[in-house]
């Protein structure tokens, strides 16, 4: 004889009440899970949370009070039990960043239906992480930046000379081995010294080492 599972507990967190309304609505259309609480700004949401200690909390990034990601934040540093799934109209790579760092389990789309919701509800409950198309893309472009941004971005040849700097090697035989002028070698290197942002040789084989450029 198979034990029925108890229902999925779940939270909505949202200002606007109409959206609330709906998101609410289409929890109880499921006969597994259960509404545990809805509320209006995100220092309720905290509270109900610790509270009633939902399974998932469904949580718009943007409340009175507290913000979704601050909620989020809360919820980690506290260890507490809710997995999080958050819902924003706005698609910010820099803000899903974020809530990665945090622990988010979900960061969808408000224009995701009730039905794609709900799933997500179900397999972050799971234990499994999803992210919305929208949110992917726009994390992906946010890793892009910090990844340009992060670290300088050399030409072929810089890297050349680099990699023969780090070997040891003086300009003139940077040169030798390149079949370059000594006015090239040294045009490329004062290049390497502003963008790793140093004034000497060994400091920039140091920063690009640190800096992942070097292998």
């Not at 810089?158 to 006015?183: F, M, Y």
């Amino acid at each position: 004889m198979s034990v029925a599972r108890p229902p999925i507990r779940v939270l909505v967190a949202e200002d606007h009440p109409l959206y609330r309304k709906g998101l609410g609505d289409a929890i109880r259309s499921r006969p597994d899970f259960a509404l545990v609480s809805e509320v209006a700004d995100g220092r309720k949401a905290l509270e109900a949370i610790r509270e009633y200690a939902p399974d998932v909390a469904l949580l718009d990034i943007k409340m009175p009070e507290l913000d979704g990601i601050s909620v989020l934040r809360a919820v980690e540093r506290d260890g507490l039990v809710t997995r999080v799934i958050l819902l924003s109209a706005f698609t910010g790579g820099e803000v899903v960043h974020a809530a990665l760092t945090h622990g988010v389990s979900g960061f969808l789309s408000k224009h995701s239906s009730g039905a794609e919701i709900c799933d997500a509800v179900g397999a972050v409950a799971r234990g499994d992480t999803i992210i919305g198309r929208e949110m992917q893309a726009a994390l992906a472009g946010e890793l892009r930046l910090r990844g340009t941004s992060d670290a300088p971005r050399l030409s072929e040849r810089e890297t050349e000379v680099l990699r023969l700097l780090a070997e040891g090697l003086s300009s003139g035989d940077i040169a030798d081995r390149l079949a370059v002028s000594a006015t090239t070698v040294k045009t490329h290197l004062r290049n390497l010294y502003y963008k790793l942002e140093v004034s000497d040789r060994a400091a920039a084989v140091a920063q690009a080492m640190r800096g992942g450029l070097l292998e």
